[in-house]
């Protein structure tokens, strides 16, 4: 509470710990007179300073509380005019046994903000024992392919951030990470579906931020879990977190381990429309044992009650072990077989990603100043051997040729620093500036080695050796002004990206170098009528080719199968343009149109006289998208909770002259799901989610329809501070991935199916809890681990 006065009469003074001599902040100031008109009220600033008018002199009483304190109170006598300066007052620890004290705070699964949607993961019974990619299909409106490629609403080019941070792997490797990222280390993912300019222009279709676990409670906190799935093989699980946090001092650290074998089957039939048409039917049977582990240490120091640092250092690993049984029959266009081709391979996949961060923050005396400092170092290093042998037979099973043997070694290495300063100014109540600068600096190193197997000894092959190295500079500035106007709220901000890189094929002699500088406007208006609160939105977005989609070295696969990247590729530019209305705060209907230039997609060539498929990359012309998304949360009673999501959407790609060919696919989709919650007595959580979604429109590509049903319940032990999850994840085993290519010379269909299908049983068990301090709330807090989810 707050007087506003023109009393010359001010009392003020400063709040300390009786023992550490600490500023205290945010406690409350009473002053009382026996004429409660008189009585006001306020708090010490975060220098535990204070200063309050009073209207008249006379005789007052002063009170201070604060939370984890002994009250504090003093009989004043205030002159006529002037300042009252009390000094320094020492507040005693209440040291009175409370007993445990555990907080407990119920949150909604699904959250929905104005410019994002938040899924909690710890707070549904379904996430034991997922991985990142299996919590995206879990979103919303949300589809996440087994080939790295995220759309929201229909809509492609979906950039992906860790805690914050864009990611700078390729779709493929990217799409890797987050299949073996267990579920156990991350916190919550945010769906932001209009970025402002504070964000990078990355990501036309939207910005996934997945924020892993950091516990900032008082005292000694932590939790233990161990899970098991059983698919087709059984699967082991473990985490553990702490953090200790006394006075100035946090120190806190994680480690997740999942241990995982897996069944993944890919089918493809391949018709070649050539001078010799040819059909290839292809089957890989794919057993790969994974041994992924996710670790991560830090500590957190408040220098005082206006600035902080802290520092953050995090491993993950990545490990695949896998065989592949290969069977190709080639035949005429009457199916008549021809030959037959089999591979057997064995491949060792490691990727080691280690990053830096420290941070800075100072909030200045002036309320709302701001400035942030922040700086990463990470490193992504791979390692891919692949060993191949080949047989060649006629159908009767005589052998065609000799066999032969080829090894493949692809590793690549990755350096990324990035920097960047934020700073916030407002300028009144109504008006607010936000300022900042970043850059980024990444270094790519690839070099591929390959070898032909005579007679047990490894030969290498020079002529099909690569090497690539790939360096980009990234620097970028924004503004954006917040404004309030008779009930709007206005946005409007403008970032300015410069982008210089330089490929270099040094087995060819090619090089390419780009510069190019763009700006990329956003805004935004929102005004609250009634119980609808209206909200539009557009801004200008980038898609840049990674470094992996620039790279022409031709990759082996099988004989007849190659990944190739395309050093010619253009970045793409995207506008999208939005509105949304929610009403009663929880009711959502969005409608939100996007038109991108030079599309970047995943293409499947031919070449002739070898008969070679190359999955590679291409620009496009066009690529439109129109989308409806509507959202209805049901308390169906207290005890049943539903969250139902629905969306439909148009897709066109359009291509005037690909390979001496026009296109113009276009394709209407839909999609829905339903999440149910059913909160019961004696501790008992049950949760059912079913998830649809039409055909689908990827590039040239089709995805057909995919659907799955979740079921789970949960069950907390020990005072609720354990909880036991029992989950089945696609209980239907109707997870399977088939596409459609019909373009140029190539009609092919791929029919991909991992066994999803697994029964999942984890416990975890949460400990400490009891100390609890007076604090700031920091933005750096990861939100709910502060609390223990029920």
Same mark, same amino acid.
């Given at each position: ?38 009585? +006001?009220? +306020? ?101 996440a392919g087994d080939d790295g490629q995220i759309r929201l609403n229909g809509r492609a080019g979906v950039s992906v951030m ?30 932001? +579906? ?172 002036? +309320? ?22 080949? %047989? ?374 949460? %400990? ?23």
């Open positions: 509470m707050s007087i506003s006065s023109d009393a010359q009469t001010r009392i003020s003074g400063t709040v300390l710990d009786s023992i550490t001599k600490n500023p205290i902040a945010y406690c409350t100031i009473r002053i009382k007179n026996q004429d409660p008109k008189l009585g +006001t009220a +306020t708090q010490t600033d975060p220098d535990g300073k204070f200063s309050i008018p009073v209207v008249k002199p006379g005789n007052y009483s002063l009170e201070i509380t604060a939370l984890s304190y002994l009250q504090y109170q003093r009989s004043l006598k205030l002159p006529d005019s002037g300042v009252l300066v009390i000094g320094n007052i020492l507040m005693n620890k209440d040291t009175k046994n409370l007993g445990d004290v555990t907080i407990v705070a119920k949150q909604n699964l699904i959250e929905r903000r104005a410019d994002k949607i938040i899924m909690n993961v710890g707070n549904s019974v379904l996430t034991n024992g997922s991985t990142a990619n299996e919590l995206l299909q879990q979103i919303p409106g949300l589809s860790i805690d914050n941070k864009v990611s700078p792997l390729s779709a493929s490797e990217l799409s890797s990470l987050l299949q073996n990222m267990p579920s156990g280390s991350i916190s919550r993912i945010e769906i932001i +579906t209009n970025p402002s300019s504070k964000y990078d222009a990355v990501g036309a279709g939207g910005i996934i931020n997945i924020i892993t676990k950091k516990n900032t409670q008082a005292g000694v906190n932590g939790s233990a879990s161990a899970g098991y799935n059983q698919g087709i093989y059984p699967n082991l699980l473990g985490s553990f977190m702490l953090n200790v946090k006394k006075g100035r001092f946090n120190v806190f650290g994680s480690y997740s381990y999942n241990k995982m074998k897996r069944s993944v089957n890919f089918k493809i039939d391949r018709f070649i429309d050539a001078s010799v048409p040819l059909n290839f039917q292809q089957e890989m049977k794919f057993k790969p044992r994974f041994d992924n582990q996710v670790a991560k240490v830090g500590v957190d120091y408040d220098i005082n009650n206006s600035s902080a640092m802290g520092f953050t250092f995090d491993l993950n690993i990545f490990e695949r072990n896998r065989t592949i049984d290969d069977v190709t029959l080639i035949s005429d266009r009457n199916f008549r077989i021809d030959s037959v081709y089999s591979t057997q391979t064995s491949n060792l996949k490691k990727l080691t990603n280690t990053a830096y961060n420290f941070y800075y923050n100072h909030k200045f005396k002036e +309320t709302g100043h701001n400035i942030e400092f922040n700086y990463t170092f990470s490193q992504f290093d791979n390692f891919d051997d692949r060993i191949s042998n080949n %047989f060649y037979y006629y159908p009767d099973g005589r052998e065609l040729k000799m066999p032969n043997s080829i090894r493949n070694n692809v590793p690549f290495l990755v350096n990324n620093n990035v920097a960047r300063i934020d700073y916030t100014v407002p300028f009144n109540k109504t008006t607010k500036l936000e300022a900042g600068v970043k850059g980024g600096w990444i270094r790519q190193e690839n070099d591929l080695i390959y070898d032909s197997i005579i007679n047990g000894a490894i030969v290498n092959v020079p002529a099909k050796n690569s090497s690539f190295s790939y360096s980009e500079n990234l620097l970028a500035a924004y503004l954006n002004l917040s404004k309030k106007i008779d009930g709007y709220n206005l946005h409007a901000g403008l970032r300015l990206e410069g982008t210089s890189s330089d490929a270099n094929f040094f087995t060819s002699g090619l090089r390419i170098k780009n510069d190019y500088t763009n700006l990329f406007p956003s805004v935004s208006a929102d005004k609250k009528f009634n119980a609808h609160d209206l909200r539009i939105s557009a801004s200008r977005r980038i898609g840049r080719p990674s470094y992996q989609d620039l790279d022409p070295t031709l990759i082996y696969f099988n004989q007849y199968y190659y990944l190739q990247g395309n050093p010619s590729l253009k970045p793409e530019y995207t506008n999208v343009y939005s509105f949304s209305d929610t009403f009663k705060e929880n009711y959502s209907l969005s409608v939100s149109y996007s038109r991108t230039s030079n599309p970047i997609v995943s293409i499947q060539e031919i070449q002739e006289k070898t008969n070679i498929n190359i999955f590679a990359v291409t620009n496009l012309d066009v690529l439109s998208n129109v989308s409806v998304a509507l959202d209805i949360p049901v308390t169906v009673t207290n005890w049943w909770n539903m969250n139902n999501n629905a969306y439909g959407y148009f897709n066109q790609t359009k291509a005037a002259d690909y390979m001496g060919k026009s296109y113009d696919r276009h394709l209407f989709g839909f999609g829905f799901s339903t999440n149910h919650t059913f909160t019961l007595k004696n501790n008992y959580k049950l949760e059912c989610q079913f998830k649809y979604d039409a055909p689908q429109l990827i590039g040239l590509n089709r995805l057909e329809e995919i659907y799955y049903l979740n079921l789970g319940v949960q069950k907390l032990l020990m005072n609720k501070k354990a909880n036991v999850k029992l989950s089945v994840y696609d209980l239907l085993n109707s997870m399977k991935y088939n596409y459609q290519y019909d373009y140029f010379n190539v009609h092919s269909t791929e029919r991909r199916s991992l066994d999803y299908r697994q029964l999942r049983l984890s416990f975890t068990y949460n %400990f400490g809890g009891k100390s609890l301090n007076n604090r700031k709330s920091s933005e750096k807090d990861n939100g709910n681990e502060r609390l223990k989810i029920q």
